[in-house]
């Protein structure tokens, strides 16, 4: 008997089972005899032949034996997941040099408790703006829902938001 040292790198060699077919394959062609046998026993009527169950058998063997094709190496079904894992990763990859990711940092705690009082003192603010009475709520409700009026958003510098309208008297 001959022997053959297979290299150690050589890790993606599939074993052949019967003839050329590998387990994958096999399994591929083995999984709609068990489909087939729960779908002749659960489906009505039970344990009897109907049209239905011999078409519903038919497809997932056909489906099956598609899958099981070897193409460059590699069966349909490998091909698919590699195909379904590509279109489902993310399409844009956004790379953030500033992360704390395995970093030590032990400025990091300080200006985390600084950011903290100061959003505080932010919230603080917010809280002691006026709210606007019913009736002069309604009359910007009514202005901004004219025709004539103009209403503009523009952003700041600074990140804020302006809104302006103006009013067109007939």
Not at 115 to 133: F, G, I, N, Q, Y
């Amino acid at each position: 008997m001959r022997s053959t040292v297979v290299p150690a790198q050589v890790t993606t060699v599939e074993d052949r089972i019967m003839g050329s077919l590998g387990f994958s394959q096999l399994a591929l062609l083995v999984i709609p005899v068990f489909i087939a046998a729960a779908l002749f026993v659960i489906l009505p009527p039970v344990m009897h032949s109907s049209a239905y169950k011999y078409a519903i058998m038919i497809v997932i063997g056909l489906l099956m034996g598609i899958l099981a094709i070897r193409i460059k190496g590699k069966i349909i079904l490998f091909w698919l997941i590699t195909i379904l894992r590509y279109n489902l990763r993310p399409k844009y990859y956004l790379f953030n040099k500033n992360t704390d990711t395995l970093r030590d940092n032990p400025q990091h705690n300080m200006q985390t408790e600084e950011e903290e009082e100061a959003k505080s003192v932010t919230k603080r603010d917010t809280a002691k703006l006026p709210r606007l009475a019913l009736h002069d709520a309604t009359r910007v409700l009514e202005t901004i829902q004219r025709q004539n009026s103009n209403l503009r958003f523009e952003m700041t510098k600074k990140g804020g938001l302006r809104v302006r309208f103006t009013e067109v008297d007939k």
